[in-house]
């Protein structure tokens, strides 16, 4: 970790469609990140602000990636606004091969760069602003339901790593309208450890795309997002299953711009823009 003399904390502020990330650098795996820090950088009134924490560490000084240093010298240590870990954050770790590369972590190669998750290996490629990260495809998992102001959505449970419960707003509800201020309500028996849940709508088709998806989401440990990357690998999952569909490519649009998903037999790429915005110095965490 990166202290200044006068315990300072150096940190970069990035996002990807929206989703916001404070990004600390600490090769040795040094800083004590506990939750209440991690809620307080991101606190959007008396902290740096954001979606979540990506601890940038190497992945043989990290007890959750050390048997992974074999495969990719850093491991994203993620962590959601309100301190709590997560497995995989799809936006998180697009905008993390953003800071490896722009802070001489790592090399822009002709092939994927390796970054260790909890989730395990993903792999990168930067296309100008956009970065595009392989992961595991979606597993669905069955049918469940969210709860919300009184309205019961039936939807699909989606493992990328994380889980998921995808529910199409069905005709009749507005997507827009829907109230995300508060958490959904989901069976705790199907995800007992919580569940990030994403509304939906088909959009208007667009070209070089299978399909067009509209998509909100309110995620475990985060609220309401403008983005999140593994929901909107979930949302491609489950619209290429609806069309009777293994692999295609699917146009998630969020809030926080669009992401593109695009799922083969065996992998699954997340792609869109990822960009750092800011440095700074962490002085009263
Ligand atoms: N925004 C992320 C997902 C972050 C983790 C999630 N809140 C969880 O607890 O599983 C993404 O882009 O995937």
Redesign the pocket.
Known sequence: MRLRDDGGVEFTKGH?TG?DFVILPDPDGALDLTPDLVAAICDRRRGIGG??VLRVVRAAKHPEGVALAGEAEWFMD?R?SDG?L???????ARVFVRYLLEAGLATPTSGALPVATRAGIVRARVEGDAVAVEMRRPRLYGASAAALGGLTLPGTAVD?G??HLVCPVSAGLDLAGLDLTRAPGYDPAVFPA?V?VEFTAVAEPVDGVDAHVLMRVY????AE?L?????ACAVAAVALHEAAREVGTVAVDVPGGRLTVTLAEDSCWLSGPALLIATGTLTRP
């Open positions: 990807g989703n979606d979540g993620y959601n709590s997560a497995e995989m954050c799809g936006n998180g990328v994380n889980p919580g990030n995620e475990r440990g985060s997002t983005s999140c990357g593994t929901g």
